[in-house]
């Protein structure tokens, strides 16, 4: 069983109110083999919400209060971001979970890259403010990106 962000399984949670659906993730759910979170809306924002970015840094900088997550009209939802990612983290532990894949790019679940924080659309190496929990607490985190390479044993 793994963990799937839960828009990249076809719930339309992310900020626009869209899914980012991969329809071979959302088998797995169907199937059993994983269930879905959504940090962003387990530490309270709204759908839609206005979109948000990490400034001065990436998620592990958010951690060590060096960055925020500020929305695009300036509100602070720095608090918001490090609830749904605690949330998120004990419902896969609940869950027996030790994998997750998350949504690349992601204020909260880029693994790679997130946009830059200055809402030009440009992104920068880093990661999001849950998967830099979940790391943090020793969880795998995989990208949607690469899901098939590193778990394609798991899910044939």
């Given at each position: ?14 900020y ?26 387990l530490g ?7 979109p ?30 490090k ?46 403010v849950?998967?830099?929990y979940?790391?943090?607490?020793g ?18």
């Open positions: 069983m793994i963990g799937i962000s839960s828009c990249l399984g076809g719930i339309c949670c992310r626009d109110g869209q899914a980012k659906e991969v329809d071979a993730l959302r088998k797995l759910v169907d199937n059993g083999q994983a269930i879905l979170v959504c940090p962003e809306v309270g924002m709204p759908i839609p919400r206005d948000a970015e990490i400034q001065g840094g990436d998620g592990f900088d958010v951690w060590k209060n060096q960055s925020m997550v500020i929305t695009d009209k300036g509100e602070d939802v720095t608090e918001q971001f609830l749904g990612a605690i949330i998120a983290y004990q419902k896969l532990i609940e869950a027996n979970i030790s994998t997750i894949i998350l949504k690349e790019n992601s204020p909260s679940c880029g693994h790679d890259q997130v946009y830059d924080g200055n809402f030009s659309g440009s992104r920068k190496n880093g990661v999001g849950a998967t830099a979940f790391l943090s607490k969880l795998q985190v995989i990208s949607e990106n690469n899901w098939k390479t590193t778990l394609e044993q798991d899910f044939k």
